[in-house]
């Protein structure tokens, strides 16, 4: 056995890849998300930075960690410092039990797409969502400041009382699949009904999708149930006193549980990394997908609006196209084809379902107003827990009917 | 690893109940009240109870201790005024005594002990299949029971910290 | 490596001692504590122990009835924490004081 072979190894190398990629995410979803609110409010966004604002996440990171880093003298030091990091650890560990496709072998070693398969791993992911309510509550006492008390008690209130018709929503697929890691759940998905309806959760469970996702704005503390934090309610909310780092901390944590919450219903809901259609017709969708946007940026790219794009759109063309090609050749040359295309197509699809989410969360964002606290609570309340506790019995009826 | 996991978490919990015990403001002791449930939930993972622990944290890290915190900053409790004042030699020397005492007491005790087997990691494991089978067939008459238990302390909380008009 | 301390199986006694430490320090803050949410959190620092107590015994048995019986501890002590905080609070309503030594007469 080599020493690439070592399961150590293979983990810290994963460890690795994982932790880049998600930090890069994570980054560059605050320029999509600030992309898409710009667009759909008819304006342009980030535009200068670089080519169409691509490396704005990167002038942001520098301003942040440049800032002057103060601490209030009233606050007690220990939490408030242990907030943010509390917070921010949590909201990155979850990525632990994700499998973000199936097992794949690169040269001598077999090993799957995931960091860890935890036989508990929805209850996993459930307990580290739970104690990330404490970031926000201790964040807000913290401070020393009535505001941000009143905004961390408001989050964290509003947090606990979601978690209960998000874990019912969780516990619906559950009993479908009877399984409570997420491989086993993935690999439940597998399969299409009359040879091209894939057979996703969702489409037994749709009010259970529906309920978690609503949940799932709730948890991450977005619009429209961003009372706590809002700017102009609640002065900035729990966060009102954090600056440089310790804020960019709190903005991270939201934006890896809004990861978080959409790669848990990809996979609980959604299938995962099964493709839509039966495989052989499916390979050609990425190659269809990036071809398409390729063509569209060089089109436009042809007579631009803006004198920049001149150079930026065909470019852009040119990447796209150059990813098509990528797909294009993994799926038809055999030398590449066992090692690459099942990372490759597992990695379009996942990564794909979950940007869709993704863009619902910030589309919603641009789009509702937000609830006001009461309204909010009652909601959880007299609304989603029983519609829920509904979606739970007349699953669990079904699957006892249907059962030997 | 075993031992090691075991000695690390152990200290950890015991070093978080002395912090309870000692520490004037609630908070500080809630967060370390927190800090014991975290590492008891590593030893019963470690023990093969992989469900209770994710139930530990869930329920009891996650909720029960949430409403703790809530209950802290909403009452705005302080520190607590210590009354007696003891000398710095008792504190100190007085608590490394008794702690050697202790320590030499369960030595002894430990030795007259009959000889237990040793823990290894996955020799038993209590999946969510086998505690929700006995849970739902030999326990269901206690399951009933706690549920209408629970409903009771429900009911009972919200009328005791309404407001009375 | 077996050869290694830090790797051979632990005894099981040693989680019944540090069962019987928790729960120790659990009365020892009970009996000490004067406000009464410390008070509160030393009970629930007690069950604790008695938790490790039967999951240790439940792995010796090689039985999954221990965990039930710590599933059933846990969700008694949500609903006593629940009803002991509404009471709390209550008191704290009626008397402005969380100092258990200062709610000494019926009457106030």
Same mark, same amino acid.
């Given at each position: 056995?080599?020493?690439?072979?070592?399961?150590?190894?293979?983990?810290?190398?994963?460890?690795?890849?994982?932790?880049?990629?998600?930090?890069?995410?994570?980054?560059?979803?605050?320029?999509?998300?600030?992309?898409?609110?710009?667009?759909?409010?008819?304006?342009?966004?980030?535009?200068?930075?670089?080519?169409?604002?691509?490396?704005?996440?990167?002038?942001?990171?520098?301003?942040?960690?440049?800032?002057? =880093?103060?601490?209030? *003298?009233?606050?007690?030091?220990?939490? &408030?410092? +242990?907030?943010?990091?509390? !917070? %921010?650890?949590?909201? $990155?560990?979850?990525?632990?039990?994700?499998?973000?496709?199936?097992?794949?072998?690169?040269?001598?070693?077999?090993?799957?797409?995931?960091?860890?398969?935890?036989?508990?791993?929805?209850?996993?992911?459930?307990?580290?969502?739970?104690?990330?309510?404490?970031?926000?509550?201790?964040?807000?006492?913290?401070?020393?400041?009535?505001?941000?008390?009143? =905004?961390?008690?408001? *989050?964290?209130?509003?947090?606990?009382? &979601?978690? +209960?018709?998000?874990?019912? !929503? %969780?516990?619906?697929? $559950?009993?479908?699949?009877?399984?409570?890691?997420?491989?086993?759940?993935?690999?439940?998905?597998?399969?299409?009904?009359?040879?091209?309806?894939?057979?996703?959760?969702?489409?037994?469970?749709?009010?259970?999708?529906?309920?978690?996702?609503?949940?799932?704005?709730?948890?991450?503390?977005?619009?429209?149930?961003?009372?706590?934090?809002?700017?102009?309610?609640?002065?900035?909310?729990?966060?009102?006193?954090?600056?440089?780092?310790?804020?960019?901390?709190?903005?991270?944590?939201?934006?890896?549980?809004?990861?978080?919450?959409?790669?848990?219903?990809?996979?609980?809901?959604?299938?995962?990394?099964?493709?839509?259609?039966?495989?052989?017709?499916?390979?050609?969708?990425?190659?269809?997908?990036?071809?398409?946007?390729?063509?569209?940026?060089?089109?436009?790219?042809?007579?631009?609006?803006?004198?920049?794009?001149?150079?930026?759109?065909?470019?852009?063309?040119?990447?796209?196209?150059?990813?098509?090609?990528?797909?294009?050749?993994?799926?038809?040359?055999?030398?590449?084809?066992?090692?690459?295309?099942?990372?490759?197509?597992?990695?379009?699809?996942?990564?794909?379902?979950?940007?869709?989410?993704?863009?619902?969360?910030?589309?919603?964002?641009?789009?509702?107003?937000?609830?006001?606290?009461?309204?909010?609570?009652?909601?959880?309340?007299?609304?989603?827990?029983?519609?829920?506790?509904?979606?739970?019995?007349?699953?669990?009826?079904?699957?006892?009917?249907?059962?030997? | 690893?075993?031992?090691?996991?075991?000695?690390?978490?152990?200290?950890?919990?015991?070093?978080?109940?002395?912090?309870?015990?000692?520490?004037?403001?609630?908070?500080?002791?809630?967060?370390?009240?927190?800090?014991?449930?975290?590492?008891?939930?590593?030893?019963?993972?470690?023990?093969?109870?992989?469900?209770?622990?994710?139930?530990?944290?869930?329920?009891?890290?996650?909720?029960?201790?949430?409403?703790?915190?809530?209950?802290?900053?909403?009452?705005?409790?302080?520190?607590?005024?210590?009354?007696?004042?003891?000398?710095?030699?008792?504190?100190?020397?007085?608590?490394?005594?008794?702690?050697?005492?202790?320590?030499?007491?369960?030595?002894?005790?430990?030795?007259?002990?009959?000889?237990?087997?040793?823990?290894?990691?996955?020799?038993?494991?209590?999946?969510?299949?086998?505690?929700?089978?006995?849970?739902?067939?030999?326990?269901?008459?206690?399951?009933?029971?706690?549920?209408?238990?629970?409903?009771?302390?429900?009911?009972?909380?919200?009328?005791?910290?309404?407001?009375?008009? | 490596?077996?050869?290694?301390?830090?790797?051979?199986?632990?005894?099981?006694?040693?989680?019944?001692?540090?069962?019987?430490?928790?729960?120790?320090?659990?009365?020892?803050?009970?009996?000490?504590?004067?406000?009464?949410?410390?008070?509160?959190?030393?009970?629930?620092?007690?069950?604790?122990?008695?938790?490790?107590?039967?999951?240790?015994?439940?792995?010796?048995?090689?039985?999954?009835?221990?965990?039930?019986?710590?599933?059933?501890?846990?969700?008694?002590?949500?609903?006593?924490?629940?009803?002991?905080?509404?009471?709390?609070?209550?008191?704290?309503?009626?008397?402005?004081?969380?100092?258990?030594?200062?709610?000494?007469?019926?009457?106030?």
């Amino acid at each position: 056995m080599s020493i690439l072979e070592n399961f150590y190894i293979i983990s810290l190398i994963k460890v690795a890849i994982v932790a880049f990629i998600l930090l890069t995410t994570l980054a560059y979803l605050q320029w999509i998300e600030r992309k898409v609110i710009a667009h759909v409010q008819l304006r342009v966004g980030p535009y200068r930075v670089g080519p169409h604002g691509l490396l704005q996440p990167l002038a942001d990171v520098v301003k942040l960690i440049t800032k002057e =880093g103060l601490m209030p *003298s009233h606050v007690n030091k220990l939490f &408030y410092l +242990l907030a943010p990091f509390v !917070a %921010v650890t949590l909201a $990155l560990i979850s990525i632990a039990v994700i499998p973000f496709g199936p097992e794949i072998s690169i040269g001598p070693v077999r090993t799957w797409m995931q960091l860890t398969d935890l036989r508990i791993g929805v209850l996993f992911v459930l307990a580290v969502s739970s104690i990330g309510v404490y970031g926000v509550a201790l964040g807000g006492w913290a401070s020393n400041n009535k505001y941000s008390l009143l =905004g961390g008690l408001r *989050s964290s209130a509003q947090m606990i009382s &979601y978690e +209960l018709p998000l874990g019912l !929503a %969780v516990a619906a697929p $559950l009993l479908l699949a009877n399984t409570l890691s997420f491989r086993e759940m993935v690999n439940y998905q597998s399969g299409y009904w009359l040879g091209f309806i894939p057979r996703w959760n969702v489409i037994p469970e749709i009010l259970g999708f529906i309920v978690f996702m609503i949940a799932g704005f709730a948890e991450t503390n977005r619009v429209p149930f961003d009372l706590p934090e809002a700017e102009n309610e609640l002065v900035a909310g729990f966060h009102t006193e954090y600056s440089s780092m310790t804020f960019a901390a709190f903005f991270m944590a939201e934006y890896a549980n809004m990861v978080t919450v959409t790669a848990v219903a990809t996979l609980l809901f959604l299938g995962g990394w099964q493709p839509l259609f039966p495989e052989p017709y499916s390979d050609v969708i990425p190659i269809l997908v990036f071809l398409l946007g390729g063509l569209v940026s060089l089109y436009h790219g042809m007579n631009p609006a803006r004198r920049k794009d001149k150079f930026t759109l065909p470019a852009a063309g040119l990447v796209f196209l150059g990813i098509a090609a990528i797909f294009a050749l993994s799926v038809v040359a055999p030398p590449l084809q066992d090692t690459l295309k099942p990372i490759l197509l597992a990695l379009f699809w996942f990564c794909g379902k979950i940007l869709v989410l993704l863009f619902i969360f910030i589309w919603v964002r641009a789009t509702l107003p937000r609830f006001r606290y009461d309204q909010l609570m009652r909601f959880a309340w007299t609304g989603l827990f029983p519609l829920s506790m509904v979606n739970l019995l007349v699953t669990s009826l079904v699957v006892a009917l249907t059962s030997k | 690893m075993t031992a090691l996991i075991f000695i690390i978490f152990a200290g950890i919990a015991v070093f978080c109940g002395i912090n309870l015990v000692v520490q004037t403001h609630p908070i500080a002791s809630a967060l370390s009240l927190i800090g014991v449930m975290g590492s008891l939930a590593v030893l019963y993972l470690q023990l093969g109870g992989e469900f209770i622990a994710a139930a530990q944290v869930i329920v009891y890290a996650g909720a029960i201790m949430v409403l703790f915190v809530f209950v802290i900053m909403l009452l705005n409790a302080g520190a607590e005024a210590t009354t007696f004042q003891v000398s710095r030699f008792v504190k100190y020397f007085g608590v490394l005594l008794l702690a050697a005492f202790l320590g030499l007491i369960s030595f002894i005790i430990q030795g007259a002990l009959p000889k237990t087997e040793g823990v290894v990691f996955g020799a038993y494991t209590g999946t969510a299949l086998d505690v929700g089978r006995k849970l739902f067939t030999s326990y269901l008459l206690p399951f009933e029971v706690t549920s209408i238990l629970i409903l009771i302390a429900i009911v009972g909380a919200i009328v005791l910290a309404r407001k009375e008009i | 490596m077996p050869a290694n301390p830090l790797n051979s199986p632990v005894p099981l006694n040693w989680y019944l001692i540090l069962s019987a430490i928790l729960f120790a320090l659990g009365v020892a803050g009970f009996i000490f504590r004067r406000n009464i949410i410390t008070v509160f959190m030393s009970i629930e620092l007690m069950l604790n122990a008695v938790n490790l107590s039967f999951i240790a015994f439940s792995y010796q048995f090689r039985q999954v009835d221990g965990h039930i019986y710590s599933f059933f501890v846990m969700v008694v002590a949500a609903a006593e924490a629940a009803v002991g905080l509404a009471i709390i609070l209550t008191v704290f309503k009626n008397r402005a004081t969380l100092m258990i030594d200062e709610v000494n007469s019926m009457k106030y």
